[in-house]
Every structure is written in structure tokens, then in C-alpha cells.
């Protein structure tokens, strides 16, 4: 009976998150270390993946305090700040592929 009352229209839904793209990881965290094994191949480091995962959370952590919604690349601009290193440059991508039709 209310759709009667309502005019026609069409409705695009997406959900970005769950349906076009598709982690590789289960949790954040682990994609953290993967970035961190990253830093170390790029960089020829041998840092700790575990130490740079929780500094990278403590970036974004830190950056989110200060009222501001950071993008990817001020958090590990504020992450290469932590651990004496150059600024990474879309480091963190290759870790996702796009889901299923």
C-alpha cells in the first residue's frame, strides 16, 4: 500500500568494502606487518615487522587525535617520521584485488 505512495525511482546501492574490493587478510593488523616486511625489502631493513605494525597504529592513532581524518599517506609520512626513514609513497597498496561479480 506505501509503495503506491511513493514515486518511482532508481536506487544504486554499493558497498565498496565487501563486494568490489576483497582483502587478502583477515584482520588490519596483519596487512600492517605485511606492509612492514615491505618497508624492510624496499629499504633493505631489518626491522622488527611486529615494532613497525604498532608504530604504524600509533601514527594513525596520533593523527586522528588531532581532529583530522588523515589519508594514507600522512599516516606513513608520520610513520617514516617515527622510525627515521624516507616517506613510503602507496606502500601500503597490492593487498587487496578486486571480489567476485
Do not use: W
Not at 593523527?63 to 588523515?70: C, K, Q, R, S, V
Amino acid at each position: 500500500m506505501l509503495q503506491s505512495h511513493l514515486p518511482m525511482s532508481k536506487i544504486y546501492s554499493f558497498d565498496v568494502f565487501d563486494t568490489l574490493i576483497t582483502r587478502t587478510v583477515c584482520l588490519p593488523e596483519y596487512f600492517f606487518l605485511q606492509v612492514a616486511r615491505r618497508i624492510n625489502t624496499r629499504l633493505g631493513l631489518n626491522l622488527d615487522p611486529v615494532i613497525i605494525a604498532i608504530l604504524r597504529i600509533m601514527a594513525e592513532r596520533e593523527l586522528l587525535e588531532t581532529g583530522t581524518f588523515p589519508n594514507i599517506q600522512v599516516i606513513y609520512d608520520r610513520l617514516a617520521s617515527k622510525l627515521n626513514l624516507p616517506s613510503q609513497p602507496h606502500i601500503d597498496q597490492g593487498h587487496g584485488y578486486p571480489g567476485p561479480e
